[in-house]
């Protein structure tokens, strides 16, 4: 005779405790997103290519349309162009990670991912940690390739050398992934690509061009200099620049690190908050 057993819907025999589903620990969680988020991005060949190629356009545009800046009063005696304009380019080539990254997380969104992930035992804030490291990891693919270009095409030999590039770089990708906070937080709000594509032009647009990504302040119009000394990634890029140009930039670099964590420090709570909201 066969013995009949009963189920409680939870998994558990009738009259044994319940079976409670406990997921894994939070580093463990976002170990396995990032690894999702990051086959994501490798296997989608196009948006690998143009991620790619993105900051090398801008690299060859920026490089011959503004090279005869190194001649203009005010330029920085000394300095060529190409190694005033890189570390400008590997700031705002960071910073626009996130922007892709806010995208992607849009579209998770969009597709059922994120709703799925709520009905298992995942934290919401593993998954937006686990997005930001993603995003991390493309900045350094697209920062390595940006150097490579730079040094074995257009001869950028700044007088830092590789240390101080390389320390640039490694700035870059702090502010970089700091900042991109902030377009992460904006995803979780608005929740559109369309929005958020706008939303995020109102504050790539004079976050790069009202800065001293690609022309020294003191070129500018005067009142667009104090508007760019007020942006806080002209005080990064002064800072990576100091550090490819081998001069002193700790306080700078201090200074650019400590605004940009505390930046993250606001904005991720707010994103964790607004993708939380999600479900409402």
Same mark, same amino acid.
């Given at each position: 005779m066969t013995a009949l057993t009963a189920y409680d819907g939870? *998994?558990?025999?009738? !009259?044994?405790? &319940?079976?409670?589903w406990r997921g894994c620990g939070g580093g463990a969680q976002v170990r396995h997103l990032t690894g999702r988020a990051v086959r994501i991005q490798?296997?989608?060949?196009?948006?690998?290519?143009?991620?790619?190629?993105? &900051? /090398? /356009? %801008?690299?060859?545009v920026f490089s011959q349309v503004f090279g005869g800046l190194a001649h203009a009063p005010g330029f920085p005696e000394g300095v060529r162009y190409i190694d005033f304009l890189l570390p !400008?380019?590997?700031?705002?080539?960071a910073i626009q990670v996130g922007l892709q990254t806010a995208t992607g997380l849009i579209e998770d969104m969009r597709n !059922?991912?994120?709703?799925? @992930? +709520?009905? =298992?035992?995942?934290r919401m804030g593993s998954v937006l940690i686990a997005h930001s490291l993603a995003a991390l990891?493309? *900045?350094?693919? +697209? /920062?390595?390739?940006? =150097?490579?270009?730079? @040094?074995a095409v257009f001869g950028y030999r700044p007088a830092g050398g590789v240390p101080g590039a390389v320390a640039a770089a490694v700035l870059s990708l702090v502010l970089g992934w700091s900042l991109g906070w902030i377009f992460i937080a904006l995803a979780c709000r608005l929740r559109r690509p369309e929005t958020m594509q706008a939303a995020s032009g109102l504050v790539m647009?004079? =976050? %790069?061009?009202?800065?001293?990504?690609?022309?020294?302040?003191? *070129?500018?119009?005067?009142?667009l200099g104090a508007a760019a000394r007020l942006n806080p990634m002209s005080h990064g890029i002064d800072a990576a620049r100091a550090l490819s140009l081998g001069r002193p930039a700790g306080s700078g670099a201090l200074l650019a690190v400590s605004v940009a964590l505390?930046?993250?420090?606001?904005?991720?709570?707010?994103?964790?908050?607004g993708l939380r909201d999600t479900s409402r």
């Open positions: 939870a *998994g558990a025999l009738a !009259g044994e405790e &319940p079976v409670r490798v296997l989608d060949a196009h948006l690998l290519l143009f991620c790619l190629l993105d &900051p /090398l /356009l %801008m690299l060859v !400008g380019l590997l700031v705002t080539t !059922g991912i994120i709703t799925r @992930f +709520r009905s =298992l035992p995942i990891i493309r *900045g350094v693919l +697209r /920062l390595v390739l940006l =150097l490579v270009l730079a @040094f647009f004079p =976050l %790069m061009f009202a800065s001293n990504a690609f022309t020294p302040l003191d *070129g500018m119009p005067a009142w505390a930046v993250a420090a606001v904005a991720a709570p707010l994103a964790v908050r």
